[in-house]
């Protein structure tokens, strides 16, 4: 027996015997590890193209995710994730985009989600999770509904950050975190910072930089991936991709936990929902 024959294929679609599950509720009750040894437990969520764009230049004012990937089902889906977090993980350059117009929305949990908050407030949760920036230049403004809707808003900056632009976050209500040792953070800094704080899973809503610096010393612990099963193309340097930046050496290493197809509700609708899971990392 070779390599090639052994272990045989698992065929996942079309299925030997049929099982449909609800899409609302789907990754409120997937089961999620919490954190050990101090660390959070961090996972990551993306919609992806077939030919693997989560943005696209629109022309002038930044990347964004695409009309014809994003959707509202694969959006639920982001939220629930949302849900089951006690800090959202994001970074000075969304908030820039929040600020101008550019981002998808503000952070989950959304206006459209009061469902997802009541469920966290039904197991000891406040309704939304704390929140967490990594900026090397702190050049944003703190949305202030985020401290009016009770969340704790942490800064991991770099030692030399500008000191005025610190102190003006901190009057607006934002707290220190940690103050890393070179210019970017890395996953290990990150997660040590929120660990102490006591956080148990941390959600990165950041993009392609901070997916990279996650997965680069192994502090990525889960990536959820939505693949549309459709192919935008796109020039050499006008889209992003999962992970920006150079290359991973090794390359970071994911087991498939689960699969599921979404045949959508009409032609060129249909998507996958995918789970992975570091490989070394703690088994759900």
Known sequence: MTALDHPPLQRLYPADSERYEPLPGLYLEMPLPKGRDGLPWVYANFVTSLDGRISLDDGGSGCRVPGAIANPR???????????????????????????????DI?????????????RQARGLPPQPDVAVVSSTLDFEIPPVLLEQGRRVWLLAPQDADPGRLERHRRAGAAVAARTQGPQARGREICQALGSLGYQRVYSVAGPQIA???????????????????VLGGSQGAFETVVEGP????PAAFQLTSLYLDPGDRPGASQHFLRLDRVGGEAP
Do not use: N
């Open 212 to 230: 990279r610096t996650l997965i680069a010393d192994g502090s990525l612990d889960a990536l959820f991936q939505t693949v549309r099963h459709r």
């Open 74 to 104: 694969d959006w639920r889906l982001f939220q629930e994730l949302a849900a089951r977090a006690d800090c959202l993980l994001t970074s000075g350059r969304y908030l820039r985009e929040l600020a101008a117009g550019c981002a998808q």
């Open 247 to 250: 290359a991973l050496t090794p």
């Open 107 to 119: 952070l989950p949990l959304g206006a459209g989600f009061t469902e997802l908050q009541r469920w």
